[in-house]
Nanobody
């Protein structure tokens, strides 16, 4: 059974930092793309960052470039999202996602709340 479990959310003041973790289990994710998405109240879920697990290639939404960094720990089967210089508009539920495009397979985590106060 595939599971993605996020952790590390919380409340922080503007300008602060948080590191989110996504622990993946149930299969090998070397041929998956791993991503972070977020959904603010009343808004659609949006892309934040992604990484090709095998190559380490990274992609970012323009709104977080230079502030957020996605990374992975192969030994722990975990993907991280380091978030620096947080802004109130970063407030949202953050979700981890795993995609294997060749089989159109997608998994989501349950989400973790990030709140940035001004």
């Amino acid at each position: 059974q595939v599971r993605l479990v996020e952790s590390g959310g919380g409340t922080v003041q503007a300008g602060g930092s948080l590191r989110l973790s996504c622990a993946a289990s149930g299969r090998t994710f070397s041929d998956y793309n791993m991503g972070w998405f977020r959904q603010a109240p009343g808004k659609e879920r949006e892309f934040v960052a992604a990484m090709k697990w095998s190559l380490g290639t990274t992609y970012y939404a323009d709104s977080v470039k230079g502030r957020f960094t996605i990374s992975r720990d192969n030994a722990k089967n975990t993907v991280y999202l380091q978030m620096n210089n947080l802004k109130p508009e970063d407030t949202a539920i953050y979700y981890c996602r795993a995609d294997r495009s060749i089989t159109f397979t997608t998994y989501w985590g349950q989400g973790t709340q990030v709140t940035v106060s001004s």
